[in-house]
């Protein structure tokens, strides 16, 4: 664990998602593998194409349209249109495929559940501490294990900036009615986490799942 600033008494702690409470590499690996199997199963064209070309819809479409990198579903969703329609569906065909297979992404993308090692960790912090999420991913939480211990959880999209842009931590703060330094934002990274929380003044805290159950003591002292 990596602590900036001295901690002192917080009311809420709120936790990044992924690569915080889990390994999230392999699941988005997986999940991007289902689709690409459904895309080639369902949509022959497609079969010229692997990850990399679809990586590259993506990146044109962000270039062009900056306001998808600050949402990950929408982004995904008009990669999908957008390839399908290079290949040369028609625009009803590509408008379905994409949702079908933004569906199924999501789906796969949460097909975990967070171990209950951890689980239990926000169990006990839970009994002193409201804890949120603050995520720029598009898990489920609710799905993956979450819904017991968390208030509530935000996601970057519809609206939302990714962290470190300030909008997830000034909706919490504002919807919480606490004063900024009486949040500890804990994730696993330096520039969403860490830099995300203290432009808002909340505190942060960086750890990474690998130390988390390390450092239980420390949270429940």
Request: net charge negative; proline share 3%.
């Amino acid at each position: 664990m990596y602590s900036y600033l001295r901690l002192q008494p917080v009311k809420v702690i709120s936790f990044d998602l992924d690569d915080t409470l889990y390994n999230n590499h392999p699941i988005i690996a997986n999940a991007e593998e289902k689709l690409l199997h459904f895309l080639h199963l369902s949509y022959s064209e497609s079969q010229r194409w692997q990850t990399d070309d679809w990586r590259k819809v993506k990146h044109q479409l962000m270039v062009e349209h900056p306001e998808l990198r600050d949402d990950p579903s929408a982004a995904r969703l008009a990669m999908l249109k957008q390839g399908l329609l290079q290949l040369g569906y028609s625009d009803m065909v590509a408008e379905t495929a994409a949702q079908d297979g933004l569906a199924l992404f999501l789906h796969y993308r949460s097909y975990f559940r967070v171990t209950d090692d951890v689980l239990d960790i926000l169990a006990k912090l839970a009994q002193k501490y409201t804890l949120i999420g603050l995520t720029n991913g598009n898990v489920d939480w609710q799905q993956i294990g979450l819904s017991e211990s968390f208030l509530f959880v935000h996601q970057a999209g519809q609206g939302l900036r990714m962290k470190p842009h300030r909008d997830m931590f000034e909706l919490a703060i504002s919807q919480l009615d606490i004063a900024p330094n009486e949040l500890l934002h804990v994730g696993d990274n330096w520039n969403s986490d860490v830099q995300g929380a203290r432009h808002v003044a909340a505190k942060p805290c960086g750890i990474t799942l690998i130390n988390m159950l390390k450092v239980k003591a420390s949270y429940l002292s």
